[in-house]
C-alpha cells in the first residue's frame, strides 16, 4: 500500500534535526525548544497519512466484506542490523499504523485476524521452502519455480498462516498460490512496482544480515 511518502517526511525531519544540532549547538535551550518543535511538526504530518492509510483500508475491507490480517507485533524479533537500519526500523510506525487499522476495524465491524510473523518473508508459499539468505525486490524460490514480489509474497504467507490457525475462516476461503503461478496476481491496492510511495516500509534486507524474525 502507498503511504503518502511517510518515509520521505522521516528523513526530512531527521536531516533538519541533525542540522539544528550542529547550528545551536552552543545554545542548549533553543536547540531544545527547536527540537520538540519539529518532533511535533513530523508526528503531525506521519500521523495525517497513517490516517489515510488505515481509513481507505477499512473502508476497502468493509466493502469487500473482506477480514484484516496483521501481523503481530509482538512476536517480532530484531538485532544484527545496522545503526542506521534500526533507526529506519523503529522510527517507522508500524505499531501506530496496526492500533489506528485495529480500532477503525472494530467500529466498522471488518474482522482483524493476527499471526505469527515469523518467516513471512522468506518462506515460499507454493512449496513451503525457505531461503536462510537476503531475499530481493523478488522472492525466488530456489526448489520450485515460484517467483513473486516481496511483499505480495509475505502477504501470500500471511494468509496461509491465517488460514492454518483458523478452522472456520479455513472453511470459507480456499488458497492455494499455486493456482497462480502462471496468473496476474491483482492486489487489492494499486501497487505501483518500484514507484517511489509503494515501498515506504524498511524491509530489513538493506543492511545486507541474515535476519532470521
Ligand atoms: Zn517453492
Known amino acids: 500500500m502507498p503511504f503518502g511518502g511517510v ?25 531544545r525548544r527547536l527540537l520538540a518543535r519539529e518532533g511535533r511538526r513530523e508526528k503531525d504530518r506521519v500521523l495525517q497519512r497513517l490516517h489515510r492509510v488505515s481509513k481507505a483500508l477499512v473502508t476497502v475491507g468493509n466493502r469487500k466484506r473482506a477480514a484484516i490480517i496483521l501481523e503481530d507485533l509482538t512476536l517480532r524479533g530484531a538485532g544484527g542490523r545496522s545503526r542506521r537500519m534500526n533507526r529506519r526500523l523503529s522510527s517507522w510506525p508500524r505499531s501506530e499504523i496496526h492500533r489506528q487499522i ?17 518467516w513471512t518473508s522468506k518462506t515460499c508459499p507454493v512449496c513451503g521452502a525457505r531461503r536462510r539468505d537476503r531475499v530481493g525486490q523478488d522472492f525466488v524460490c530456489l526448489h520450485c519455480d515460484w517467483e513473486m514480489d516481496r511483499q505480495i509474497n509475505a502477504g501470500m504467507n500471511i494468509l496461509k498462516t ?5 478452522e472456520a475462516l479455513a472453511r470459507a476461503v480456499r488458497f492455494q498460490p499455486g493456482a497462480l503461478r502462471h496468473d496476474v496476481v491483482s492486489p ?10 509503494a515501498r515506504d516500509e524498511p ?6 544480515a541474515d535476519v532470521v524474525r
Open 102 to 118: 485495529e480500532y477503525k476495524a472494530a467500529l466498522a465491524g471488518v474482522p482483524v485476524i493476527k499471526v505469527n510473523p515469523q
Open 162 to 166: 491465517a488460514l492454518a490457525s483458523n
Open 188 to 197: 487489492l491496492y494499486d501497487l505501483v512496482r518500484g514507484g517511489p510511495s
Open 7 to 31: 518515509r520521505q517526511v522521516q528523513a526530512t525531519h531527521f536531516r533538519r534535526r541533525q542540522l539544528l544540532a550542529k547550528k545551536k549547538a552552543r545554545d542548549r535551550r533553543v536547540l
Open 203 to 208: 524491509s530489513g534486507v538493506e543492511c545486507g
